[in-house]
Structures are given as C-alpha cells and as structure tokens.
C-alpha cells in the first residue's frame, strides 16, 4: 500500500460529497471509509492537520475503477454502485447534490458500457421492497434501461448520461410515495393523487435548489409523463422532447416487471409484448423491445433438458440465451452453477419461470455471474 498525504488531494473532496476513498491515520488504521460524508469544514480541517493518509491505488475515479476493474469483480462494483447512487438520492436536497451525482452516476455509466448484459440483470433483478428502497431501485432500473435503448439508438455519449441521470432523477419528489403505493392495498388517497400529479414540477424543482441547471435534464423531467398525444400530464402537451419520450417508456416498461401488493409482476416477454402493443411503430419502443427481448439476462427460465436457470447474456438469437443452471433436471439445487448455450439441441428454453420463483441462493448467483 502506497500511501500519500490527504492535504496532496484536497482538492478531490468536498464537504457533504461522499468521500471518494478510504482516508488513514498514519499508522494505516482506517479513519473514515469511502463514501463517508464530511459533516463540516472542521472535520476536514482535522483530517488535515492530523496528517491523514489516502492510498494512492485508491486515487483513481470511481469511473476509473470500474472500467478497469477485472470482469469478476463487476457484480460487486454494480452492488457497491447501486447502494452509493442510493446514498446519492436519499441526500438530494443538499447543495453539493450535483456534483455527487456525477462521482456516483459516472460507475454505473461504465458498468452499462462494459457488459450492458449484466446491466440489464440489475433491471431484472427485482425486489420489490418498501418506501424509499423501492423508489430507488425503479428509478434507477428506469435510468439503466433508458441508458440502454440510447445506446441502440446511437445517441451521443454526452445524451446516454442525460438520459440516464433524467430516468434517475424524474420522480426524486415521489421516492417515498412509490414506497407507500407499492404496498397499498387501496387506490390513492386525494392527497396522494395530488402529489402524483405534481411531482413532475417538485422534482424540477428539488433539482434546481439541489444545483441542477441544464435545461435539457429540467425540461425532460417535468414532461416524463406528457404522452404525444396529448393524454399525459401535468399540461396535456403533445410536443414532447425526446429524452422525457425515452424516460417514460423505460419507466412504464420497468414498471410491469415490479411486484405491488396488489398485482404481480409481468414476466419479461409479456411486459415487453404489452409495451409494444401501447405504439408498435415508435423507434423507442421497438429498440427496448429490441435491446430486452424475450429472454432478457436476470428473468428465470425452464429448459428442455428439465433444469431451471437464470438467463445471463443475451445469445446469437432473442430465442436462444446462455444461461447458468441452478437445479438439475429433478428440479434439485446445484452447489455450483454451470453455463448452457440454449442454441444447443435439447437445451432451448421451453418457458419462462413465474418473476416471484425463489432465485438461486447470493453464493450461486455470484458463481454463476462470474462465468
């Protein structure tokens, strides 16, 4: 471990911003961990003239470490970059708000360039929990699916990141509220219609007192749910800009693959098919359509062979994944995983298993993953 003064980058933290590496007495002993937020210019102040330590491998960016980061270790990283963005969120009405957006969006950029497979497991890997929780996890499998079907649609790398951070941010008025009506048994209730209705402008406006000015990244999240038609809200406009257009589709798409209290979640080629029924024609919704497909990695499937398995990367065909396996053709838990192409004869997947099938246990999933 190379360790260099923390006073040598000073300029690489900032109060109430997760800290972008572990920080060291000069003994080594850790002080303050990655991702630990500075309370106060005093803190700070202390760490410096403490003479505290930072490693020097830990000095690269987080974008940095996630693009070179071996290919074992990208499950993890997409854990690590989930809960940061999480942290991200939950703090959105700090002033610094913008710029920690950037350090923790900026991984998961990467991580989609990199395997966009394994991106699309995060969107498949649900779990639908409550309150805040569950508002995090549909915004951010609504931004890895609009990140997704921008790059199919060969959009500038600069409009892919838009894209992403509007899908992310669209309903940050509502995290809780998506919490609360996941588990509700009962329709909304006139106060909850009412902050329905105007989140679109209470997360532009969250936005803009966090330190967010680009107009493109404002104008698109207060028109996330105008539909061309005219039928949306909260003006019933009908020219709408593209990046709300990619932003409500990948919200609408993602939103049948999550389980409510009062519905189950849609299987991945019947939510697919349902989405492509709303507007067959529009090129957004055939490069989704295009980019999950039928077998999307994440969904749970049955092959002809007997054995249940979980789709890992897409194959040369939207019919035939490769998968890893995690019973044996008796329906019996695997120790350990193994991977099928389904183009094999025999192996081809004969049906998609129900979205609420127990997944396999944390240990198989991660061996299965890693290949």
Not at 231 to 241: A, E, F, H, K
Not at 264 to 270: G, K, S
Not at 305 to 312: L, N
Request: one cysteine or more.
């Amino acid at each position: 471990m190379q360790l260099a003064a923390l006073a040598a980058v000073r300029n690489r933290i900032q109060v109430g911003v997760p800290l972008p590496f572990n920080v060291r007495d000069h003994d080594r002993t850790l002080l303050l961990a990655r991702g630990h937020l500075l309370g106060d210019q005093a803190q700070l102040d202390a760490l410096l003239n403490r003479g505290a330590l930072v490693d020097l491998a830990e000095l690269q960016t987080t974008r940095e470490r996630a693009a070179r980061a071996p290919r074992e270790r990208l499950p993890q990283i997409w854990t690590e970059t989930i809960t940061q963005i999480g942290r991200t969120l939950a703090e959105a009405r700090a002033e610094t708000f913008s710029v920690a957006l950037d350090e923790s969006v900026g991984p998961a950029l990467t991580l989609v360039e990199r395997d966009p497979d394994l991106a699309i497991f995060q969107v498949l890997s649900q779990d639908a929990g409550v309150d805040a929780a569950y508002g995090v996890r549909r915004s951010l499998h609504s931004a890895i699916t609009a990140c997704v079907v921008a790059q199919r649609l060969a959009w500038q790398p600069g409009e892919v990141e838009r894209a992403f951070k509007v899908a992310l941010t669209m309903n940050l008025s509502m995290l809780a509220l998506q919490g609360e009506l996941a588990r509700q048994r009962t329709p909304p209730t006139p106060d909850q219609r009412v902050r329905l209705q105007s989140h679109p402008m209470r997360s532009v406006q969250m936005l803009q007192r966090a330190g967010v000015h680009d107009k493109d990244w404002l104008t698109a999240v207060l028109q996330h749910h105008e539909v061309e038609d005219g039928s949306g809200y909260p003006s019933g406009r009908t020219d709408v800009c593209e990046l709300a257009s990619l932003a409500r589709r990948a919200d609408v798409y993602t939103s049948k693959l999550s389980a409510r209290c009062t519905r189950e979640a849609l299987a991945a080629d019947v939510a697919g098919r349902a989405i492509f029924m709303q507007d067959p024609s529009h090129p957004m919704t055939q490069a989704l359509v295009k980019e999950f497909g039928i077998y999307p990695p994440g969904c749970l499937v049955r092959l002809g062979s007997g054995e249940a398995a979980i789709v890992v990367q897409r194959g040369p065909t939207v019919t035939t994944p490769v998968v890893a396996c995690f019973t044996d053709a008796g329906d019996r838990p695997l120790a350990q995983p193994y991977r099928v192409a389904t183009s094999e004869p025999g192996r081809g997947v004969v049906s998609l298993l129900h979205p609420a099938t127990p997944r396999p246990p944390a240990g198989v999933m991660a061996a299965a993953l890693a290949g």
